[in-house]
């Protein structure tokens, strides 16, 4: 296991479009977090899971916004009816525990961008 | 709510010079504190890391990190920058403690740009 994959690495959609990002975690880790980073920012907390539970969404998560984490394993995030604020990039990482020794292993990401 | 401010947003330095990155946060309590660095067009990786003991932690690629309490402050340094820190630093923080639910709060980052 090589670390956290994300597909796709790019994502162009049309605005009103619906869109969904894959996340794989290590696969011992139980916990899987999402986050949103714009030009420019930090990473912005959106959501996570323990197992397949979603514990915890931001306010930055709208209703168009949803997340499954099925099994515990990987996990999806769908934006409907997109916007051109929803470009951005998305990220993921995991981690086993809530404040790992060794810090979260982070994904490389999806850039999406709305036209 | 918990915040984070990274005072630098663009450091640009040549070869040898000396770095400080400042990083403030604002939630009282117990916390645990991280520099993540994002080389271009890679995933961010964990530069170091404080949860307890010695304030001054050392990280990788020469990194190390001084957590005042008093001052609510983690800044980054590095006694010699290279051409290949050329990166952005984020700093990240956890909220500690009962209330710990693991999620990173980030500053906006800093763009460090190493002239060779």
């Known amino acids: 296991d090589t670390g956290v994959s994300q597909d796709p690495r790019h994502k162009i959609t049309k605005r009103g479009q619906n869109v969904t990002f894959r996340c794989d975690p290590i696969?011992?880790?139980?916990?899987l977090y999402w986050y949103r980073q714009t030009l420019g920012q930090g990473p912005e907390f959106l959501t996570y899971?323990?197992?397949?539970?979603?514990?915890?969404k931001s306010r930055l998560l709208s209703d168009r916004f949803s997340a499954e984490r099925p099994k515990g394993s990987f996990s999806t995030l769908e934006i409907q009816h997109t916007e051109q604020g929803d470009s951005a990039m998305y990220l993921c990482?995991?981690?086993?525990?809530?404040?790992?020794?060794?810090?979260?292993?982070f994904g490389s990401g999806t850039r999406l961008t709305v036209v | 709510a918990q915040s984070v401010s990274q005072h630098n947003h663009h450091v640009i330095l040549s070869e040898a010079a000396s770095l400080e990155l400042g990083c403030n946060y604002s939630?009282?309590?117990?916390?645990?504190l991280f520099w993540y660095v994002q080389y271009p067009g890679q995933h961010l990786q964990l530069l170091l890391k404080?949860?307890?003991?010695?304030?001054l932690v050392k990280g990788i690629k020469g990194f190390e990190a001084e957590f005042i309490k008093s001052k609510f402050s983690f800044n980054l340094r590095k006694p010699s920058v290279q051409w290949s820190d050329t990166a952005e630093y984020f700093c990240?923080?956890?909220?500690?403690?009962?209330?710990?639910?693991?999620?990173?709060?980030f500053g906006q980052g800093t763009t460090l740009q190493v002239k060779p």
């Open positions: 990482a995991s981690s086993l525990g809530q404040t790992p020794s060794y810090g979260y292993t």
């Open positions: 696969s011992e880790h139980n916990r």
């Open positions: 899971f323990q197992n397949e539970a979603q514990l915890e």
């Open positions: 939630y009282g309590g117990t916390v645990n």
């Open positions: 404080y949860f307890s003991g010695d304030p």
């Open positions: 990240a923080v956890i909220q500690g403690g009962s209330s710990n639910t693991g999620k990173l709060i």
